[in-house]
């Protein structure tokens, strides 16, 4: 979808008649004074009036730096919460290094901002279509605090490769990456069978007599029921008592990594 395709199909757009800036003007931050008194304007509204009016309403919304007059243009689901992290020094600091307008806010202030909502959409609308609208009103003004002149790049008719047919060679190569390096059957074998487990010798505690060896600690955990391998873990080559139930009988163990030698 081409920048002006986007333009065209929000209506609100349509109706300022503002659809000629964006394909006449390449600078930043372009739309003329003259088109600010079309929007609504809660520069000097309190948080009561802002919240009573735009909680759980979404918006396109749009800061205007009073000094440079550089812009960014936003959306939310939700406008009345997004403004309430605006005005939060704490969630400014979080994101700053991220985001150029939390940086501007901090330099300057919330004072040093003007701030409109360009457009105030349905409750019905969803993430994706709120996105769709906020898109048309960037590639508009064009404003030089958001981070992408398109939010979404790289999807649809704006990727790049978009139409582009890839030879079978390229398709190959692009599998042949994707594929990894084929194991020996000796680098399967051994995880299947756990080589590189810790064996566990069992032996009776009071004679040292021979029981049964694990494979590994887990597998140990495992046929015997045991819910954490830590158990093991602390009694494995101390030479202390290990409890536990074995062929639905109790039995006293000492446990082992290496064969007992008597």
């Not at 010798?201 to 060896?213: G, H, I, M, P, R």
């Not at 158990?231 to 290496?258: A, E, G, M, P, Q």
Request: one cysteine or more; hydrophobic letters at 35%; charged letters at 25%.
């Amino acid at each position: 979808m081409s920048i002006s395709s986007i333009i065209l199909n929000n209506d609100t757009i349509k109706s300022y008649k503002l659809c000629s800036y964006s394909t006449l003007e390449q600078n930043k931050d372009i739309l003329p004074d003259k088109y600010y008194k079309l929007f609504i304007d809660l520069t000097k509204k309190n948080q009561y009036v802002i919240k009573k009016e735009f909680n759980k309403t979404p918006c396109v919304y749009l800061w205007v730096n009073i000094v440079n007059h550089r812009c960014y243009v936003g959306s939310s689901i939700n406008l009345y919460r997004r403004l309430e992290n605006y005005f939060s020094i704490n969630y400014l600091k979080k994101i700053s290094k991220k985001m150029p307008i939390a940086s501007a806010l901090l330099l300057y202030g919330v004072n040093g901002f003007h701030l409109y909502v360009l457009e105030k959409c349905e409750i019905s609308i969803t993430i994706k279509q709120l996105r769709i609208k906020e898109d048309s009103w960037s590639q508009l003004i064009k404003p030089s605090y958001n981070i992408q002149s398109i939010l979404n790049p790289f999807l649809g008719n704006n990727h790049y490769r978009y139409g582009r047919t890839l030879s079978t060679e390229i398709r190959q190569k692009i599998s042949n990456s994707l594929t990894g390096s084929v194991q020996s059957e000796i680098v399967r074998n051994n995880h299947i069978i756990g080589a590189h487990k810790r064996r566990v010798f069992c032996y009776d505690y009071t004679n040292q007599q021979f029981v049964t060896e694990f494979a590994g600690i887990r597998i140990m955990a495992r046929e015997l029921k045991i819910s954490s391998t830590i158990l093991i873990y602390r009694k494995l080559d101390t030479n202390k008592l290990f409890k536990c139930t074995y062929k639905d009988k109790k039995v006293l163990w000492l446990i082992t990594s290496t064969v007992l030698k008597i």
